[in-house]
């Protein structure tokens, strides 16, 4: 025995037997139960004890305690429940006069099947994906069967790859078919209900949004950004004949208004930057042929900053001095690697609008600077008319 | 005498001779046979593009785009193909596929084109604009078919719905009609860029 309790592998049985024990012990009741009911919630539901003899009398008990329901119609082997609700559910078991155990029945309450949300989504030509959703929860085990139908043909499977996702998919449909039918029929063992719906392949058509944006400076264009980007990974390798069209937008960090452009190729120039300052850009993707197709979620926004000289770096101020006046609330405090003074004579309304603020600043200084003066003067002549008064004071108090 | 027949054979000889660029001239010409280039794919492209969106104009003009859950047309042209078939059009076969379609698509809209001028209605301009945009795509594509000697598909004459006695049964007719046009032409584009891209391979 000590050699047993010694030995690590004894101990690991020892340890496994115990938790058998204890998970025998924790789990009698259910290792009784000998059928499982179901019934649906709200309703009236019974509960037969089997293999008693008819008249003979049976005691209910439900998980254990006697069954605290009233069941007025309850005959000498059965139990009814009446207008059913969660509590009600649990391992009943049926006893006859000695106590002895006759039959255990697990009640599960729920609801039949519903009509679902269905969606689909089409990512490109040869992929539909469904999903669903419960509208109302049934609470029961449900399964699902996915098929759909094109113009009133024979339906055909949409793939479950896992069993308890609610998702199926087709691959490689007949997308230029107009009619594309999705029945997901929901099964559960109150019944089974399907719901059938529509989709456009067409219209339904969303490509994932383009992928690795990117965007830079073209050298020595300050008004210039090459922004290119990839193919969404879903979207056909070899696109020739899947066309994308897209859209690029852009803007100026702490502007509220995007500017756009649109290409069918994978890149872009922006030829109208604001100049030396940082910019947003996004790109997103529609299929080139159908104008009725869903546009892609935008791309990440990626940040980028026109070309600016760099021999001009060291003569200015900082960024922040001319761009606060056009983006005073949100521009960004962070100073770069370029300074974009070269750019300001391309620029006429940012001089302008530089100039004035210079002006602006010089005729405050002015203003101060004579208000300053003025009050000065102002407090001297008080101080000498003050120093005349008291003079004045003095020389009557004295004695003649 | 014999060189009187040497003569007169070499006389009947150079006659011949002189002659056979006559003799052939006379024969049927056959056209040159070559595939079509990608500027005449391209033309094709941009004509189906063009039949697509006035298409799509035409459906968006309607008071109503309907799901089509009817289908008053029992010889329109349908499409099994799958994206997938794109990349193995070869270009005989297709031309000659798509001439027929649109062959078949062209009496449907004259159908639908008599009807929709009977009722008054006010797409009637349009129609007429699309049929002959759909005769001009014809034209072009028979020409490439004469270039690679594609088979002319015959089109059975189309089982066409009795007129329509209801303003909304126009409608619906019209739906249908335009709702698988606009299909047709979408596959149709993406054959023209399918087998342009086969000749740049």
Not at chain 1, 185 to 192: A, F, M, Q
Not at chain 2, 96 to 114: T, V
Not at chain 2, 138 to 159: F, N
Not at chain 2, 169 to 183: G, H
């Amino acid at each position: 025995m000590p050699g047993l309790v010694s030995c690590p592998g004894g101990l690991i049985v020892i340890g496994i037997l115990t938790l058998f024990f204890v998970h025998i012990n924790s789990e009698i009741w259910s290792n009784e139960v000998s059928d499982i009911q179901f019934g649906s919630l709200g309703s009236n539901v019974t509960l037969i004890c089997g293999g008693v003899q008819h008249g003979s009398l049976v005691h209910w008990r439900q998980n254990g305690s006697s069954v605290r329901f009233r069941q007025p119609h309850t005959s000498s082997s059965t139990l009814v429940l009446l207008n059913t609700t969660h509590s009600m559910e649990g391992n009943y078991s049926c006893h006859n006069q000695r106590g002895v155990l006759l039959q255990t029945i697990r009640l599960r309450l729920g609801y039949p099947p519903g009509y679902l949300g269905v969606s689909c989504q089409v990512p490109n030509h040869f992929k539909i994906q469904c999903s669903w959703t419960q509208r109302v929860t049934t609470y029961l085990p449900t399964k699902y069967i996915a098929s759909y139908s094109m113009n009133d043909e024979r339906p055909q499977p949409c793939e479950q790859e896992l069993i308890d996702v609610n998702k199926c998919t087709i691959s490689n449909p007949e997308f230029w078919k107009p009619k594309y039918l999705v029945n997901i029929t929901e099964v559960n063992p109150l019944g089974s209900n399907s719901t059938i719906t529509f989709v456009d392949l067409a219209k339904t058509l969303k490509p994932d949004a383009p992928d690795a944006v990117t965007c830079v400076e073209v050298n020595g264009k300050p008004t210039q950004l090459l922004v290119q980007w990839d193919l969404p990974k879903s979207w056909p390798a070899n696109p020739a004949a899947f066309p994308l069209k897209f859209e690029v937008q852009y803007r100026p960090v702490g502007s509220n208004l995007w500017s756009k452009l649109e290409t069918e190729i994978t890149g872009a120039m922006i030829m109208d930057a604001l100049v030396g300052h940082l910019h947003h850009i996004r790109v997103r993707a529609q299929d080139a042929f159908i104008n009725h197709s869903q546009w892609s979620e935008w791309s990440q926004v990626v940040q980028a900053r026109p070309w600016s000289d760099p021999s001009l770096n060291t003569e200015e101020t900082t960024e922040e001095f001319y761009e606060s006046p056009i983006f005073p609330s949100t521009f960004p405090v962070k100073a770069t690697e370029k300074s974009p003074d070269s750019s300001f004579d391309e620029n006429g309304s940012m001089s302008l609008l530089i100039a004035l603020g210079l002006f602006a600043a010089v005729m405050v200084a002015v203003v101060s600077a004579i208000t300053i003066l003025l009050w000065v003067r102002n407090r001297r002549r008080d101080n000498v008319t003050k120093q005349e008064l008291t003079s004045m004071v003095k020389m009557k108090s004295l004695p003649i | 005498m014999k060189l009187l027949l040497d003569s007169s054979s070499s006389l009947l000889f150079s006659v011949l001779l002189a002659q056979l660029p006559l003799l052939t001239s006379a024969l049927p010409a056959h056209p040159r046979r070559h595939p079509p280039t990608h500027a005449d794919l391209d033309k094709l492209t941009n004509q189906t593009r063009h039949l697509q969106k006035l298409t799509h104009d035409l459906i968006s003009d309607q008071e109503f785009d309907s799901v089509i859950d009817h289908h008053r047309f029992k010889s329109l042209p349908a499409i099994s193909s799958r994206a997938n078939d794109l990349s193995s059009l070869e270009l005989k076969p297709t031309l000659s596929q798509l001439h027929a379609d649109l062959k078949s698509f062209e009496h449907h809209f004259e159908w639908l084109n008599k009807v929709t001028r009977k009722h008054h209605h006010s797409s009637a301009p349009k129609l007429g604009e699309m049929i002959s945009h759909i005769k001009s795509l014809i034209t072009s594509l028979h020409r490439q078919m004469m270039r690679v000697e594609a088979p002319r598909i015959s089109v059975p004459s189309p089982s066409l719905p009795p007129p329509p006695s209801f303003h909304w049964e126009m409608d619906q007719s019209s739906q249908e009609l335009l709702q698988k046009f606009r299909l047709f032409c979408d596959w149709a584009a993406r054959a023209f860029l399918s087998l342009k891209s086969k000749m740049q391979a």
